[in-house]
């Protein structure tokens, strides 16, 4: 078992052999010498020990360390590397020497060979222990290496990408930098444009504003003719504006009374129609009246042509304006008896719903009491139910009392017939 773990670490099964064979004659010829030649003899075996065990822990400790430094991904590139190495080298023969003088100095201590071998065994044996754990640690660390490359890639991957997406970003900028710079000159010619035509507008504007102040003054001036002729009109109208003052107040009263008649239709339904009525015939005794009053004003100024002329031209004004009044009239009579008609359709909708609620509300009241009525039958069902459910219980527990005195019998029958066949 020794020799193929010697074998694993990297050391020569024979060479250990051969240290346990030197160490063992000398130590017997030591015993057979003098006393004289004791301390050659101890300084030639610690010799040769420290020779053997370098030769033995040299190996391992190799080993070790260059397991524990795996070379890195870029160590073929570094220049600085071989005196970093050669460092390395030195600081671990070092550590080495330092630490064979210890295991010296502890095997010294020892007295027998025999124990200074048992504890070089037990150094070994860490030592492999150790080694084992480094391979497993290597293979971990080469593991997370493996992993790391992987990442590496990627990301240089993901890095040839993003490189890729900036210089197409790069171009799509330049491209829209020219973009903007044709925008950019046509917005400038389109202003130039704009500008250019907004000259020639306002131009235009100002040859149409001068126009229309030569047209107003001609219409100022054709007004003022206008305002005088009005002014003799206004003087000869005045005597029959004041005969018809009266009856424009009275018609005005009228289409008062008749807005806020409209405001109160639901109330006044019937006041509004006398009123009516009583309106037309006012307009008719003043048509009539009117008509009276012409007859006899061409019977007295029959020499007086011109005037008459005049009131005939007034008249008709007049009788135009009484005709638009009788049409507004009309039209009024005509809204009154649409909303009179829409007025009895909402009464009949609303005697419908009345009937409608009336029914619905006979059927509520006929619903509450079968309710009532199926409510009380619940409580009394109920009641039943809860009668039956006691008597259950008890016929269940007769039933049960039964059953147990017929089991008894059927015992105490077979009781008897064992014993009448005995």
């Not at 250990?16 to 030639?44: A, F, M, R």
């Amino acid at each position: 078992m020794e020799e193929s773990r010697i074998c694993r670490v990297g050391v020569k099964p024979d060479m250990l052999h051969h240290c346990q064979s030197n160490d063992i004659p000398q130590y017997n010829d030591s015993n057979y010498g003098s006393t004289s030649n004791k301390h050659s003899v101890e300084e030639d075996e610690s010799s040769n020990i420290t020779t053997k065990s370098r030769d033995l822990l040299s190996p391992v400790y190799c080993t070790q360390e260059s397991r524990e430094e795996p070379p890195g991904p870029g160590a073929g590139t570094d220049p600085s590397g071989g005196q970093q190495d050669s460092e390395c080298h030195r600081n671990k023969e070092k550590i080495l020497g330092k630490e064979v003088l210890l295991l010296m100095q502890a095997l010294n201590t020892l007295s027998t060979p025999e124990e200074k071998l048992a504890a070089l065994c037990k150094k070994y044996a860490d030592l492999l222990e150790e080694s084992r754990n480094v391979q497993k640690q290597m293979k971990i660390l080469q593991k997370k290496q493996a992993q790391i490359v992987k990442e590496k890639v990627n990301l240089q991957h993901e890095h040839n990408k993003a490189i890729l997406a900036r210089s197409k970003l790069e171009s799509l900028c330049r491209e829209l930098q020219r973009h903007n710079k044709t925008l950019k000159e046509e917005n400038m010619q389109q202003a130039r444009e704009e500008e250019e035509r907004r000259k020639e507008a306002t131009a235009h504007f100002q040859f149409t504003l001068n126009e229309i102040q030569t047209q107003l003054k001609q219409h100022d001036v054709h007004s003022v003719k206008l305002r005088q002729e009005n002014i003799e009109l206004g003087e000869k109208l005045k005597k029959l504006i004041e005969q018809y003052a009266l009856r424009e107040e009275h018609i005005a009263k009228v289409f008062k009374h008749k807005e806020l008649q409209q405001h109160l239709v639901d109330a006044k339904l019937q006041q509004t129609a006398q009123l009516i009525k009583e309106a037309d015939k006012k307009h008719r005794r003043e048509r009539e009246f009117l008509l009276k009053e012409a007859t006899e004003s061409r019977h007295k100024y029959e020499e007086m042509k011109q005037q008459e002329v005049q009131l005939k031209q007034q008249l008709s004004l007049y009788m135009d304006k009484f005709e638009e009044f009788q049409t507004t009239m009309e039209k009024s009579n005509e809204l009154f008896t649409t909303f009179r008609q829409e007025m009895e359709k909402m009464t009949k909708k609303m005697k419908n719903l009345e009937k409608e609620v009336i029914m619905w509300c006979t059927k509520w009241e006929n619903n509450n009491k079968i309710l009532l009525e199926m409510a009380e039958e619940k409580t009394v069902h109920d009641k039943e139910y809860r009668v039956f459910q006691i008597k259950l219980e008890r016929l269940e527990k007769l039933y049960r009392a039964l059953q147990m005195e017929r089991n008894e019998l059927n015992e105490k029958v077979q009781v008897l017939k064992e014993k009448r066949s005995v």
